[in-house]
């Protein structure tokens, strides 16, 4: 089966601008394209990067509107997570709001990555109904045109205690090398804000170095969404197909 690695940045901000630069040179050197998890921001200088990213072959992904937490939807991981317990009326609103302030920067998208991966069933299908193509949240991709979904968990690279950072960066890696070998998708994911620790951008770097030398091919979640090659599909009880990946 063919390795597909998909690599994602968040946190794109005028403080973290330059480091997401940075990043994305490096990955460039790679062959690695990104996909940029994006909250519709009016500071020219963010958009201004975008647009040049996406010319060049990078992805967009809407990533929320709001991170602010809606009242009484707090998550218990202790970060926000905007659309994890929303209706699909909240939702549809929300995604209005986020459509047109992305309309407004000149940009557009058919993808969508909520914030801290967590989505609700009421999200999906607000997404459908505003033609949205694909939702990618923390355990799999989900094409909301074909119903097909590819199981796959986010790897994502964040601070930690300095005593256990170490240790987690490297079983981060660890297991990307392990789903690179048994093959499907690769997902390692990075806000911008966590670049600043050295440590934790090696190991960034790292993940993707070694499923690269397992034959990954790097591409984005608006590619998998276009073109699923190698999916196998078996029917599940909702009528979905799922693709399932290491």
Known sequence: MEVRLLVSLSGIEPRTLHRCADLAAELDRRGVPLSLLFAPRTEGVIVDWVRERTERGDALLLHGYDHRVTPGHRISIGRKAEFAALPAHEARLRLIAA????????????????????????????????????????????????????????????????????????????????????????????????????????AFLDAIDVALENRAVATTYESLAASPRGATKTSVPSGARLVNNP
């Open 99 to 202: 459509t047109a302030a992305l309309d407004g920067c000149g940009l557009s998208t058919e993808g969508f990555a909520p914030p801290r991966w967590l989505g609700s069933r009421g999200t999906r299908e607000a997404l459908r109904e505003r033609n949205f193509r694909f939702c990618a949240d923390l355990t799999a991709v989900h094409d909301l045109r074909t119903a097909t979904v590819h199981r796959a968990r986010v790897q994502e690279f964040t601070s930690q205690h300095p005593r256990t950072e170490t240790v987690r960066c490297f079983a981060l890696v660890l297991a990307a090398a392990r789903a690179a070998r048994r093959g499907g998708l690769v997902r390692l994911g990075i806000d911008a804000v966590d670049l600043t620790r050295s440590g934790l951008r090696q």
